[in-house]
């Protein structure tokens, strides 16, 4: 009694069972309603396409900021424009309101033909003795005539002599008489000479004096940028007799400034 009372007691070790190799709940399955462990369904197969779908692309809006700075540049440079054209009519306004500018005025007083002849060449030879007034009528504005200044003496449409103007600077309500002397040579001038000498006998001979006068103006002391005067003189002559004092029957100037 006392030996099987000594007898030991040996663990039994249980080995655990295996894991099973297939998973309980299939993949794709999803837990029933009821919360049961062992209860699962097939998902539908719209559930599968939209869980495997791509997720939607997004396009980004524009970039606005290029565009928002191109309209405002462009809005700053018509205001800056706009006011520079506001700051130019205020100049001029000023400048015409204070000085009050008038262009010069010209007047022929005599016309002397010193020679007119047909060379050997049938070239026509002229040369004039021209006495012009040049008048600056403002009160405030002077006017520097510049170098290449000319004139020149037109027969219908052909030039038959031409001159230079002198350098020189009107002051304020000036009178100066300049004496010109223009010279020129036509080719095939005896047509122009029987033309000539046909009028001569009516006693009323249309010529052209053309000036071309580039002149600079000063307001005060400051003297701004070269301009050119344009004048045509239209004048009616009753004779163009070599040596002779030509009468000048009529006469009519306009002239114009070109910037």
Partial sequence: MAD????????????????????LVPPGS????????????????????HSHAMPPIIPLPPKKRSRSCFCKCLCWTLFLIFLLFILIAAIAATIYFV??????????????????RLNFD??????????????????????????????????TNTELCQGSLPEFYQGHQNRT??????????QAGSTIM??????????RIPLDLKVKAPVAIKLGTL????????????????SLSSNNLISIKASNCKFRMKL
């Fill in 4 to 23: 099987h009372q000594r007898q030991r007691i040996h663990p039994v070790v249980v080995e655990a069972p295996a894991p099973p190799t297939t998973p």
């Fill in 30 to 49: 999803l837990r029933s309603e009821k919360g049961s462990s062992n209860a699962y369904h097939r998902p539908s197969p719209l559930l599968l396409q």
């Fill in 99 to 116: 000085f009050k500018p008038k262009l010069p005025d010209y007047s022929v007083d005599t016309l002397r033909i010193s020679d007119l």
């Fill in 122 to 155: 049938t070239s026509l030879y002229a040369k004039f003795e021209v006495r012009i007034t040049a008048t600056n009528p403002n009160k405030k504005i002077g006017i520097y005539y510049e170098k290449d200044g000319r004139m020149s003496v037109w027969y």
């Fill in 177 to 186: 008489v300049l004496n010109l002397s223009l010279s020129g040579q036509v």
């Fill in 194 to 203: 029987a033309a000539i000498q046909q009028q001569q006998q009516t006693g």
């Fill in 223 to 238: 003297k701004l940028r070269k301009v050119k005067v344009l004048g045509e003189c239209q004048l009616l002559v009753d």
